[in-house]
């Protein structure tokens, strides 16, 4: 059974802060590594997707990777209110034939 | 942008009664998903498909079938809902096989009374 672990929160971080967000998993042949976020009552929509090892930067958004440690993280630089969500983390694989397993999310909360 | 809208927002049925959420993408894509969301659960996966006229059984496929006669359309059935099938349901689509990014439905919130 492939896992995605993440701390289900809430993270709580003053508006301008970074916030971490951290996820682990399984399945070590795992390839492909999303970030979506999920504001209350919506649906999920994607934010960052990572393959390599190292860091991948989208404005205030920094996907982490570190396939030896089977860990993706988040990082979200001068946190915005409009930032507070569930984030998701999903991994895929080719022997899942790419068919991602979500984590059950983390909710952070940025208050003003 | 890519498209894809799920028939019903919010839907309301008694025990017993057939349910059927419709979802369609625009954008010709081959792999269409159906998910539900719970508390604490996060997504789940039912049933997902490759191609018209395929379907593969997911991690909670009791009590739910599919349907895809065409590319664009991907259906969820309730043969006879339950009250532990309300959910939120969402659809997904994504271009392949070799895609790992999904692209979601906003949802049908379903209660069964």
């Known amino acids: 059974q492939k896992e995605v672990e993440q701390n289900s929160g809430p993270l709580s971080v003053p508006e301008g802060a970074i916030a971490s967000l951290n996820c682990t998993y399984s399945?070590?042949?795992?390839?492909?590594f999303f970030w979506y976020r999920q504001y209350s009552g919506k649906s999920p929509e994607l934010i960052m997707f990572?393959?390599?090892?190292g860091d991948k930067e989208d404005g205030r958004f920094t996907a982490q990777l570190n396939k030896a440690s089977q860990y993706v993280s988040l990082l979200i630089r001068d946190s915005q209110p409009s930032d507070s969500a569930t984030y998701l983390c999903a991994v895929a694989s080719s022997g899942g034939s790419y068919i991602p397993t979500f984590g059950r999310g983390t909710s952070l909360i940025v208050h003003p | 942008d890519v498209k894809v809208t799920q028939s019903s927002r919010y839907l309301v049925k008694r025990t017993g009664e057939k349910v059927f959420l419709e979802c369609v993408q625009d954008m010709d894509h081959e792999n269409m998903f159906w998910y539900r969301q719970d508390p604490g659960l996060g997504l789940r996966l039912i049933y997902f498909?490759?191609?018209?006229?395929?379907?593969e059984k997911g991690d909670i496929p009791e009590g739910y079938s599919v349907s895809r006669e065409k590319k664009e359309r991907f259906s969820l059935i309730l043969e006879s809902a339950s009250t532990n099938q309300t959910s939120m349901y969402l659809c997904?689509?994504?271009?392949?096989?070799?895609?790992?990014?999904?692209?979601f439905g906003e949802g049908s919130r379903l209660t069964v009374l």
């Open positions: 498909s490759y191609d018209v006229k395929m379907k």
């Open positions: 399945d070590r042949g795992s390839q492909s």
């Open positions: 990572i393959y390599s090892n």
């Open positions: 997904a689509s994504k271009p392949g096989p070799l895609h790992g990014e999904l692209f």
